[in-house]
């Protein structure tokens, strides 16, 4: 059975300050997203979906096909702000796309597999697609989907805060939701999340996270559909809310729809929100390829 890897690639990357989803990182100018396509195709996924915006699309195609031809199937979506819209009234001055959620809704009649999903700016680690990789072959149903969990001080930047969705799990290691948390940062020897309000919420080190990585039959497309209409009759004259693929997770587990496993993987992650995370992030990967993890060049 074929198995597809969609990369959320069409964000505006409005704190980064650049397009970071082609800055490249590795000795070789790789991109994040380039590692994981590489431990992609080692784990045994054999099609990857871009989502993009159409306004880049020239300049990413010419990045990546070079690169993966012969080696993956590539196709691409086109995410945009009126993308499944009809019949609501939009705000004129809202610019950005409607989040995570609309962006797989937008893989309408494109994906039709099961599939994994996964951020382009976010560096998951091998073991996380093997793991992956295994659920959607031998377990994946529209009634079963899953989600690839990380520790939450696995995932933090040291300059500033990130918005991360807070796993919580029965004794079945089943989701049973996730909060989206959208300020959360290390202070002193601590990590807290930071409300709307301002107050502080103690975190503790063993707090799994989503970091976006889910895995998902092709049903979760029609569900999004659904749904964002119901978004879109509350949201549409917002300049900022965003339909989110954490927020979808949820009510198909609240909704009795089915159920989502928590598969928590060893790989430690990392990213880049701000231009300052840029640095660490090549003196990481560097670092694995002088482990041996990955060669000099990734598609040579």
Known sequence: MQSTLV???????????????????????????????????????TRVVFIIRKDFAENFKNIVEPKLKGRIEVDYVYQELTSFTEGHSINPERVKPWGTAHAVLCCKGKVKEPFALINADDFYGKDSFRKAFDFLQTRCNEKTYAL??????????????????????????????VKECLKIYKKESL?????????LTELPGSTKVSMNFFCYGPGIIDLCEEQFQEFLDKNSQSLKAEFLIPTMTDYFIKSGKGRVEVITTSAKWFGVTY?????????SVTHLVEKGEYPDNLWK
Do not use: C, W
């Open 148 to 177: 690839i969990a990380y520790e939450l001080p696995n995932t933090l930047s040291d300059h500033g805060s990130v918005s991360r969705g807070v796993i919580s799990e029965n004794d079945k290691n089943e989701m049973t939701g």
């Open 7 to 45: 990369i959320l690639a069409a964000g505006m990357a409005s704190r980064y300050g650049s397009m970071k989803q082609i800055e490249g990182f590795g000795p070789s100018g790789e991109t994040i997203m380039e590692y994981s396509i590489y431990d992609a195709i080692e784990a045994g996924f």
């Open 275 to 283: 231009k300052e995370d840029a640095p660490v992030v090549k003196a």
């Open 191 to 199: 990590i807290v999340y930071e409300d709307e309000e301002g107050r």
